[in-house]
T-cell receptor
Framework: GDSVTQMEGPVTLSEEAFLTINCTYT??????LFWYVQYPGEGLQLLLK?????DKGSNKGFEATYRKETTSFHLEKGSVQVSDSAVYFC??????????FGSGTQLTVLP | DGGITQSPKYLFRKEGQNVTLSCEQN?????MYWYRQDPGQGLRLIYY???????QKGDIAEGYSVSREKKESFPLTVTSAQKNPTAFYLC?????????????FGPGTRLTVT
């Protein structure tokens, strides 16, 4: 079945540092790829998505590129802010039309 | 504004009691989902429904039940048979025909059973 392997946390960065959270997946066919963000005590919010190879999803300064050759969808941001502190989930939508989530990466940004 | 509402945000129950969590959406989405999230963990799928009056078990359905009598509503009952019901419960919905199947989430209900 489909699976997602996500960089383990927690990740702690200083404000304005560069962020990378790694995500790789296993799936048959051509899944759609997503990053979700969860702030404390809240539900998940869709951050960005990509639906085909080489697509780049972007939102709020975050980016991720669908790399089919490496089955990866790494999340990046050039300069993080304290307000970016949250848990980030990578997810894929495969042949079963369901979302398969990674285990989440806790990000803390210090001022 | 379109969205998903879950109520209540916090729920407390005594062990042995059934409890029903509400989930309503006005996004006109076909599919709805229930997930369980434990502290520091990812999401685990409990039940999902792609059309009215039909639903399927997810990975951890034991001790839970659902109904889908209306497109907008997908309530989850946590029964006394659920051995460890204390958790954060998330409801989500999606358009079946969207292609990408991205899901939109409600704010969650935190259930505490003592």
């Amino acid at each position: 079945g489909d699976s997602v392997t996500q960089m383990e946390g927690p990740v702690t960065l200083s404000e304005e540092a560069f962020l990378t959270i790694n995500c790789t997946y296993t799936a048959t066919g051509y899944p759609s790829l997503f990053w979700y963000v969860q702030y404390p005590g809240e539900g998940l919010q869709l951050l960005l998505k990509a639906t085909k190879a080489d697509d780049k999803g972007s939102n709020k300064g975050f980016e991720a590129t669908y790399r089919k050759e490496t089955t990866s969808f790494h999340l990046e941001k050039g300069s993080v802010q304290v307000s970016d502190s949250a848990v980030y989930f990578c997810a894929i939508s495969g042949s079963a039309r369901q979302l398969t989530f990674g285990s989440g990466t806790q990000l803390t940004v210090l001022p | 504004d379109g969205g998903i509402t879950q109520s209540p945000k916090y729920l407390f129950r005594k062990e042995g009691q059934n409890v029903t969590l509400s989930c309503e959406q006005n996004l006109n989405h076909d599919a709805m989902y229930w997930y369980r999230q434990d502290p520091g963990q990812g999401l685990r799928l409990i039940y999902y429904s792609q059309i009215v009056n039909d639903f399927q078990k997810g990975d951890i359905a034991e001790g839970y039940s659902v109904s889908r009598e209306k497109k907008e509503s997908f309530p989850l009952t946590v029964t006394s048979a659920q051995k460890n019901p204390t958790a954060f419960y998330l409801c989500a919905s999606s358009l079946v025909t969207s292609g990408a199947y991205e899901q939109y989430f409600g704010p969650g209900t935190r259930l505490t059973v003592t």
